[in-house]
C-alpha cells in the first residue's frame, strides 16, 4: 500500500514563511512526477507546483519566484518552500505524486490527505 504524508502545515503571519515536506511510503518501485496542489475555500483545487525526478521544477506562474519545490529521492520526499506569504495563499496543501507500485508496471497516481495553512493578514 502506497501512502503520501504531508506535514509541515499551519498558522502564518502575513510575510512569514512555512515549508512543506510530503514523504512517500510503501511499495514503491519508483516515482516520477511529485508536486503540490492547493484547494481554497469555495474553490477549485489548483496547481501550485510540479517536479520531475531530475529535479526540473514547473511553477504556477502566479507563484513563481515565492515559491520553491524540491525533492529527495533517496528519501521519496518532496518539499514546498513558501516565502513571503499572502492571505490568498491559504488553502489545504496536496500532495500528488505519480508512482510505480511493487509488483506493477502501471503508474499510478497518488494523493495526500492534505495539510492546511493558514496565513493570518
Known amino acids: 500500500q502506497v501512502q503520501l504524508v504531508e506535514s509541515g502545515g499551519g498558522l502564518v503571519q502575513a510575510g512569514g514563511s512555512l515549508r512543506l515536506s510530503c514523504a512517500a511510503s510503501?511499495?514503491?518501485?519508483?516515482?516520477?512526477?511529485m508536486g503540490w496542489y492547493r484547494q481554497a475555500p469555495g474553490k477549485q483545487r489548483e496547481l501550485v507546483a510540479l517536479?520531475?525526478?531530475?529535479?526540473?521544477?514547473v511553477y504556477a506562474d502566479s507563484l513563481k519566484g515565492r515559491f520553491t519545490i524540491s525533492r529527495d529521492n533517496a528519501k521519496n520526499t518532496v518539499y514546498l518552500q513558501m516565502n513571503s506569504l499572502k492571505y490568498e495563499d491559504t488553502a489545504v496543501y496536496y500532495c500528488?505524486?505519480?508512482?510505480?507500485?511493487?509488483?506493477?508496471?502501471?503508474?499510478?497516481?497518488?494523493w495526500g490527505k492534505g495539510t492546511l495553512v493558514t496565513v493570518s493578514s
Open positions: 500528488n505524486a505519480d508512482i510505480v507500485p511493487n509488483n506493477s508496471d502501471r503508474v499510478m497516481d497518488y
Open positions: 510503501g511499495s514503491i518501485t519508483s516515482i516520477n512526477v
Open positions: 517536479i520531475n525526478r531530475s529535479g526540473q521544477p
